[in-house]
Structure formats: C-alpha cells, structure tokens
C-alpha cells in the first residue's frame, strides 16, 4: 500500500524547499518508533529547526500482499520535475533504499539527501568519508534483505527435508494448517480427480497431449480463482511433476514427499516412459555457466557479449549481433580473466584504512544499538506485563472467579504473545550483533577481492562481480568497468596512496585520503 499526502501551498520563494519521505512495513507500523506518524514528527520537527519548507511528503506502506514502493517512483518523479526543490529529508538510510538501483536513482538526483537520526547531510560537496560510510550503510541494508531471503530459503529448505512441499499448493492440492501448526498440502477434492485422470487418459495410449488438454477443459478443469481454462502447456507441466506420486524436486534434490498421491509411482512413470518415447528426438544440449554470462556489453552496439565453447576446451566471449554485424573481435576467456583480476586488485588497502573504518563503523552504530535496546526494553516490559496477567488469571482460577476453560484459553493467548516477545527479543539482540560485522565484513571482501576471485569457480566468480562493479563493457580489446559505491571510493584512496608513495612522499595518514571534495578534485587540509 502506497499514499502521497497532498502538496504544501503558499511557500515562500526564499525559504529552502524540500520533501520528506517515510517508509515502514506492515509489521513495523504497529510498533512504537517506527510508524509513519512518528517518522513525520521527527522529519518536520527538523525541516522546522533547519528551515525548510516541505512542500511534498510521502509515504510508503509495504504489505506482503502489495510489491513496491509507489510514492518513492511518485517523489523521484516530481524532484525530477521540479529542479528547484533540491533537499530529501528520510529519518535514516534504511528507511530511503531497499536496494542499490533506489541509491543509484537517488545519487543521480543530485539531491541534499537529509538523516536526522543519523546526525548527516549527503550532497555532491560532502567529503569522501561520509559517502564511503553512507555507502556501507547501503549495502549493510541491501545485505539484510537478502539475509531475510537467505533465512526464508533455510525454513523452505528444512520443510523439503521434512517431507512437507515448502510452497504455494500446485494444481490439484491446497495449502492446509496441519494438526502440528505446519503449513501442508492436500488433495483439493473438486480438482484432484480431474489430475488423475489426465495421468489415466495419457498413459492408456491413443490421445496427445492437447487431446487429453481438451478433455480435461470439457470435464471443467480450470483454474480455481480465475476460473480460466487449463492451457496445454500447464497440462504438460503437470505430467511431469513428480509431486503428484508422492515425492517432489526441491532446489534440485529429490525428496520423498509426506503428502497423499494423487497417482501411483507405475501410472507416474508409464507417463514418463510415454512422454520421453516420443520427444526422444528434441534432447537440448546442456547449457555451460560461462563466468561472465550476463556481465558485459559490446562497447561498439550495447548488444551481450556471450561465452562459446571452441574445440570442446576453449572459452571464447563475442558480441551476439542482435541489432546487426558486429566487427569486435572474439575474445578468450583467460584474458577478461586477467583483466578483471587487475581491475580488483585495485581495491587493496593498507591497514590504516581497515582501521579508520572500524572506528568509523562503531561510531555510527551507537545510534543503531540504542534502538535495539530501546526496543528491548519495550519488549521486556511487554513479556513481564503477560506474565503478571497470568499469575492473576491462575489466583482468580483458584479462587473459583474463572473457570479452567476459560483460564487455559487466555493463558495459552497470552503464552503466545511472550514468545513473540522473545522472538522479537532475539531478533534485536542479532541485528545488534551483526551490525559491526556486517560493515567490516564488506570492507574485508574489498580488501580480499583478487584473491577469492582467482580461487573461485565460473558462478563465485559472476556473483562476485554482480556485488562489486557494473556497466561492464568490452571494445578494441579494453574492458572498461564501474565500481560500485563504496568501492570505487576504496580504489580512489589506494590509489591516492600509490601515487604519493611513487612520488617518495610521506603519508600523514588518513587526511591525505579522506578530503572533501572541490570540482570533482581532493585537495590536502592539514
């Protein structure tokens, strides 16, 4: 869910404009601190204290039902319309991005990018460090997203190796709370008969695969919700789902399902045998994982440039031709190896840097750690509150004021509540935790990046570069690369450090490195 609250009229041309934006979750808006009324508070409290006039607020409301952010695309449109309003104001950086193209669209902006919580001004003039560090914080962000993804993938995982189909019910089924709590799936009884007989139909001989297709849609196979018609590719799918003899494929591992057939393993496979018998002719080759599928685009046409193997041992990278002829040469793979190797070479560091950035680092936490444990306490005086109301609920049980029933009833509730409040307990307590290793962790994979690059297989090596660099392009035999923010900050002060060391100059330390930034050029202070 997304709103924007109407415009501010009647601003005086003099005074700074700006906008605020406020983002929360539909489980964090329940929570004190984190609701959109308490980060407008604290964004017009200080527009009032710095002068500025807010002349748009937004506000993002994400459920897990409604993907996106539709006020942020609204806001970035109207800053891109309105040149004159030049300042964001966003409680903190988590708040602003969830994912590294939100900062790239935000950076273009060329906006004073405000975060009260976290005491920082972003703008083209800010120094070096302070965008380095706003750029951990990015990806320290982005990184907790996809540890909740990680996280999400481990509990589908623990269920496959239960026996339990981790996902949505496929035709034929339907998701059902379990006698334990666990979400399972069972045979839909207006669906599950129509998936048999379509196995019965093919595997009896005699009827294609749309033939049986059509029968299935005259019988009234559909699509429960729609109630669109079953298409024959769904059909074909459904053939050659293993899920309906009882077992199932899950991340590509094949496990025995605890769910009731809907067909028998011979009926499953004699459709097997059928289906294989008669496209035993269209085997597809299998695909190769080329390391840098995906990465790279022909500097002459824009158009990929993609991997070949020659002479079943050598890997050659071309430009595909889609928008015509092509004159860029092939390419072998050894030699975009060696490039990119270099390339990450120069993210290495000296220990003075590594050193600054954790100091850097667990400054920035302390506003970040006195959340959690706000939070915390809040979270204790909640499970200590449950727990009083069931010690009175068992005085009034004994007393004979409530019967056992209704006491079993209210306590289990309320049992129930405090072991949210323990989890939620322990959730802060990680985040806390993992705040500093995070950011460290991001500056140590910089420091490291030629070396696990050089050790890595095709796919470590693709993810490796999707993380660190983009607009890879490739032309007269030069690859040209952009590091990805903080990074490019990291190569820049190695490269400061290199050319003073060359030159015989004596380092002072981190203020040669980490200066304010004058018409794109770093000049000393001190």
């Known amino acids: 869910m997304s709103k924007r609250i109407s415009p501010i009229d009647q601003i005086e041309p003099t005074v700074r404009q700006s906008v605020v934006y406020a983002r929360v979750s539909s489980k964090e808006q329940e929570k004190e601190g984190y609701s959109i009324p308490a980060q407008l508070k604290l964004l017009k409290d200080y527009a009032a204290q710095e002068g500025f006039a807010v002349v748009q607020e937004y506000v993002d409301v ?30 903190k950086t988590d708040r602003l991005y969830r994912n590294l193209k939100d900062w790239v669209t935000i950076d273009e902006l060329d906006m004073e990018v405000h975060l009260p919580k976290e005491g920082v001004v972003l703008s083209r ?8 560090m706003h750029g951990i914080k990015v990806l320290m962000a982005k990184n907790y ?48 008969p129509h998936v048999t007989r379509m196995f019965e139909r093919y595997a009896a001989g005699g009827l294609a695969l749309r033939d049986v297709a059509k029968k299935a849609r005259a019988d009234g196979f559909s699509y429960r919700k729609s109630g669109k018609a079953v298409p024959t590719s769904t059909v074909h799918k459904i053939l050659r ?82 928008k015509g002829k092509c004159d860029e040469l092939y390419v072998r793979e050894e030699v975009l190896e060696e490039k990119f190797g270099a390339l990450l070479g120069r993210l290495v560091f000296d220990d003075e840097v590594l050193d600054w950035v954790r100091h850097a680092l667990h400054d920035s936490h302390a506003d970040e750690r006195r959340e959690h444990e706000q939070a915390i306490e809040k979270l204790r005086a909640e499970y200590d ?84 660099v983009s607009n890879c392009s490739w032309a007269d035999g030069e690859l040209s690369v952009t ?44």
């Open 385 to 468: 509150r449950l727990q009083n109301r069931i010690h009175a609920a068992y005085v009034d049980k004994v007393d004979g004021a409530i019967d056992a029933q209704f006491y079993e009833k209210v306590a289990a509730e309320w049992q129930s509540d405090q072991d949210r409040c323990l989890r939620d307990i322990e959730c802060h307590q990680d985040a806390d935790r993992s705040y500093l290793e995070e950011g460290v962790r991001l500056i140590e994979l910089a420091q490291n990046a030629q070396i696990l690059f050089e050790k890595q297989d095709s796919r470590e090596k693709r993810r490796l570069l999707n993380f660190l």
């Open 483 to 526: 590091l990805k923010q903080p990074f490019d900050l990291i190569a820049e002060t190695a490269m400061i450090d290199a050319q003073k060391k060359a030159a015989g100059e004596v380092s002072n330390g981190l203020s040669v490195n980490w200066l304010r930034r004058q018409d794109s050029n770093l000049r000393q202070v001190g």
């Open 241 to 322: 789902n293993r899920l309906y003899m009882g077992e199932f494929e899950w991340n590509g591992r094949v496990y025995q399902g605890c769910h009731q057939p809907l067909v028998t393993r011979d009926l499953w496979e004699r459709v097997q045998d059928m289906m294989d018998g008669r496209n035993a002719s269209k085997h597809r080759r299998v695909k190769h994982d080329f390391a840098f599928s995906g990465l790279i685009a022909c500097g002459h046409c824009g158009c990929s440039v993609v991997g070949e193997i020659k002479k079943q041992k050598y890997i050659y990278y071309h430009c595909t031709g889609y």
């Open 125 to 132: 003039d800010s120094r070096s460090s302070e965008k380095f």
């Open 145 to 192: 997203i996809d540890n909740l993804s990680e996280e999400t993938k481990k509990g589908m995982l623990e269920k496959a190796e239960q026996g339990i189909w981790p996902s949505a019910a496929p035709l034929g089924y339907r998701n059902v709370d379990s006698a334990n709590g666990k979400r399972v799936i069972e045979p839909d009884s207006e669906v599950a």
């Open 62 to 91: 994400e459920t897990a039902k409604t993907a996106g952010r539709g006020s942020f695309g609204d806001m970035v449109a109207y800053l891109r319309a309105h040149p004159s309003v030049r300042a964001l104001l966003v409680e």
